[in-house]
């Protein structure tokens, strides 16, 4: 049985289940919260950086969310090799370009209230989202799913950084594009079911979850 410690609140950690959900893939979720004291010690053994999701194989920690969404959706990565570097590459500006910018308004927020630097921190990552935001819309044109016809790596990326980055800096009314993609990929039912299940955990989000989606 694999293992999956992570969080259900966790943009990573979706990563992962939307792989899982995608392939029905049985396993078992480690939940890491106060509440679980016992799933925190087991993995501080199996990975001391304290980073998750991780995922763990008969014994055998594996590390990162698109090395654990390759690991158990293979098939997530397309057999053309052109179309595996779309998706791979689709997947890193997912992760570097959306992701971490939203993170690091998140990140902020959570700071003293003395050592925030809200205005610059959200003018500087407002500008990089609006920046990305552009290139997706244009990228992404003609395409159902991220990186063409198929649900792939990229899709495990861009659902949850999407749907976290529009609640920090909405995607803007001249990318209809990429709104019209972070609608469709949140109905997809493996995202959905992530959706759902992090429902509980809204009043966590320190800038204040909005009243939609």
């Not at 057999?79 to 971490?100: S, T």
């Not at 003018?123 to 792939?152: E, I, K, M, N, P």
């Not at 976290?164 to 009314?173: C, F, Q, R």
Request: with cysteine; charged share 25%; hydrophobic share 45%.
């Amino acid at each position: 049985m694999l293992e999956l410690y992570g969080h259900p609140f966790s943009s990573y950690t979706w990563k992962a289940l939307i792989a899982l959900y995608e392939t029905d893939t049985p396993f078992e979720f480690r939940m890491l919260d106060a509440d679980h004291p016992d799933n925190g010690a087991a993995f501080a053994t199996h990975w001391p950086v304290g980073k998750f999701p991780l995922l763990v194989d008969d014994g055998v920690p594996i590390m990162e969310s698109s090395i654990i969404v390759e690991h158990v959706a293979p098939d997530l990565i397309p057999a053309d090799r052109n179309a595996a570097r779309e998706a791979r590459m689709l997947d890193r500006v997912f992760d570097n370009h959306v992701m971490n910018m939203m993170q690091q308004v998140v990140f902020d927020a959570l700071r003293p209230e003395g050592e925030r630097g809200t205005a610059r921190v959200r003018a500087v990552c407002a500008t990089a989202l609006d920046t990305v935001y552009s290139w997706l819309d244009a990228r992404l044109a003609g395409r159902t799913w991220a990186a063409g016809d198929d649900f792939t790596l990229a899709d495990c990326a861009g659902a949850p950084s999407l749907f976290y980055a529009d609640w920090v800096h909405p995607i803007p009314d001249p990318c209809p594009t990429l709104r019209a993609y972070r609608a469709r990929v949140l109905a997809r039912p493996s995202v959905a079911r992530c959706v759902d299940e992090a429902r509980p955990y809204r009043p966590f989000f320190p800038l204040g979850a909005p009243d939609r989606d």
